[in-house]
T-cell receptor, first 112, second 109 residues
Framework: DTAVSQTPKYLVTQMGNDKSIKCEQN?????MYWYKQDSKKFLKIMFS???????INETVPNRFSPKSPDKAHLNLHINSLELGDSAVYFC???????????FGNGTRLTVT | KNEVEQSPQNLTAQEGEFITINCSYS?????LHWLQQHPGGGIVSLFM???GKKKHGRLIATINIQEKHSSLHITASHPRDSAVYIC???????????FGEGTQLTVNP
């Protein structure tokens, strides 16, 4: 009965590869997010979708492409992975932009 | 952009002590979030408040909108409270949460 689940939990890959991280929420929330947490534990918004529509798109390289097939899913695809992409990526959801956030457990991406 | 500053960055306490973590922000907001990140990495939303005070168990969050300041208090602290505590505020448009750098709390038995 996990509220926000993301997979995989760990992802180790080589530079130049393409990888995806999946996220699903069963809370019935309208808004979903991707956050990046760097090595200094600093969280930063990457994308936000509301009802499958992109509403926040921070300054993120074009190699990162979110996809929301329905409002319960928000996947993150990363092309041509670089060393600097190594971080923990958190998916989250909320009823709307002014409601509490519910986070997934994070995906630790390591690019070698 | 709404700048967020937390203090202290690191805090070590003995079990039972009263803990206070502070958060200041630069732009007027509708609400402020307090989050907790455990050593295992998971992030939990503790509070979302727009005025006054909220209490949940041993945790109390207060906010002063005029002074653009919020505090998170932990009463009778316990080693299981050891975690990173993060405050976050929305940007001027109400979206794009900006996060503080977090306060690493360690409570020793």
């Amino acid at each position: 009965d996990t509220a926000v689940s993301q997979t995989p939990k760990y992802l180790v890959t080589q530079m130049g590869n393409d990888k995806s991280i999946k996220c699903e929420q069963n809370l019935g929330h309208d808004t979903m997010y991707w956050y990046k947490q760097d090595s200094k534990k600093f969280l930063k918004i990457m994308f936000s979708y509301n009802n499958k529509e992109l509403i926040i798109n921070e300054t993120v390289p074009n190699r990162f492409s979110p996809k929301s097939p329905d409002k319960a899913h928000l996947n993150l695809h990363i092309n041509s992975l670089e060393l600097g992409d190594s971080a923990v990526y958190f998916c989250a959801s909320s009823q709307d932009l002014n409601s509490p956030l519910h986070f997934g457990n994070g995906t630790r991406l390591t690019v070698t | 952009k709404n700048e967020v500053e937390q203090s202290p960055q690191n805090l070590t306490a003995q079990e039972g002590e009263f803990i206070t973590i502070n958060c200041s922000y630069s732009v007027g907001i509708s609400a402020l979030h307090w989050l907790q990140q455990h050593p295992g990495g998971g992030i939990v939303s503790l509070f979302m408040l727009s005025s006054g005070k909220k209490k949940h168990g041993r945790l109390i969050a207060t906010i002063n909108i005029q002074e653009k300041h919020s505090s998170l208090h932990i009463t009778a602290s316990h080693p299981r409270d050891s975690a990173v505590y993060i405050c976050a505020v929305p940007g001027a448009s109400g979206s794009r949460l900006t996060f503080g750098e977090g306060t690493q709390l360690t409570v020793n038995p």
